[in-house]
T-cell receptor, first 113, second 117 residues
Framework: GAGVSQTPSNKVTEKGKYVELRCDPISGHTALYWYRQSLGQGPEFLIYFQGTGAADDSGLPNDRFFAVRPEGSVSTLKIQRTERGDSAVYLC???????????FGPGTRLTVL | AQKITQTQPGMFVQEKEAVTLDCTYDTSDPSYGLFWYKQPSSGEMIFLIYQGSYDQQNATEGRYSLNFQKARKSANLVISASQLGDSAMYFCAMREVVTSGTYKYIFGTGTRLKVLA
């Protein structure tokens, strides 16, 4: 079956712009996670959805970051007023339900100029 | 304090040899899980192996085994018979309970493994 997909694979934007990153999890997976990975670092937790609701959003760095999962499947990570420090690879993962292992998508590489 | 510590930023191993990648963790949660992931240069995170805190036996998956020493809070990954395709970044991760029914996954900084022909 299809794995986790993320679009776009690459996004280049200018400082101050708004971006949306999309994650399509494995069908039937109720848990969905967003991570941010900077160069040379491990993935950093951002937010976790169980179904439609955000079960834990403690990793979102500030109020410029927001994520939704309105129908319990596809999720969108939204970043307002992007800053150069937001440049990173944004990874999405899904699992059947915690505490099962996560399956990761290929990531979106965000570059803020 | 670091929850997951990987002290080896880089490792080399000769093809067909075994290699151990170190991971130590810190948690007060009695029910936790430990994972290893491989990240090749393509960027995708690939799940390798899982060990639950209550598992009595060390986890094994093909050429991968997890040397789980609970009292020492270590969960080292052993790769036997290394292959050139094993060259990648390896991340240790821990799952902790946040509240009942919710979990958080914390990753280490990774170890870059290079297999030499």
């Amino acid at each position: 079956g299809a794995g986790v997909s993320q679009t776009p694979s690459n996004k280049v934007t200018e400082k101050g712009k708004y971006v949306e990153l999309r994650c399509d999890p494995i069908s039937g997976h109720t848990a969905l996670y967003w991570y941010r990975q900077s160069l040379g670092q491990g993935p950093e937790f951002l937010i976790y959805f169980q179904g439609t609701g955000a079960a834990d959003d403690s990793g979102l760095p500030n109020d410029r970051f927001f994520a939704v999962r309105p129908e319990g499947s596809v999720s969108t990570l939204k970043i307002q007023r992007t800053e150069r420090g937001d440049s990173a690879v944004y990874l999405c993962a899904s699992s059947l339900s915690p505490p099962a292992e996560q399956f990761f998508g290929p990531g979106t590489r965000l570059t803020v100029l | 304090a670091q929850k997951i510590t990987q002290t080896q930023p880089g490792m080399f191993v000769q093809e067909k040899e075994a290699v151990t990648l170190d991971c130590t963790y810190d948690t007060s949660d009695p029910s936790y899980g430990l994972f290893w992931y491989k990240q090749p240069s393509s960027g995708e995170m690939i799940f390798l192996i899982y060990q639950g805190s209550y598992d009595q036996q060390n986890a094994t998956e093909g050429r991968y085994s997890l040397n789980f020493q609970k009292a020492r809070k270590s969960a080292n990954l052993v790769i036997s018979a290394s292959q050139l395709g094993d060259s990648a970044m390896y991340f240790c991760a821990m799952r902790e309970v946040v509240t009942s029914g919710t979990y958080k996954y914390i990753f280490g900084t990774g170890t870059r493994l290079k297999v030499l022909a």
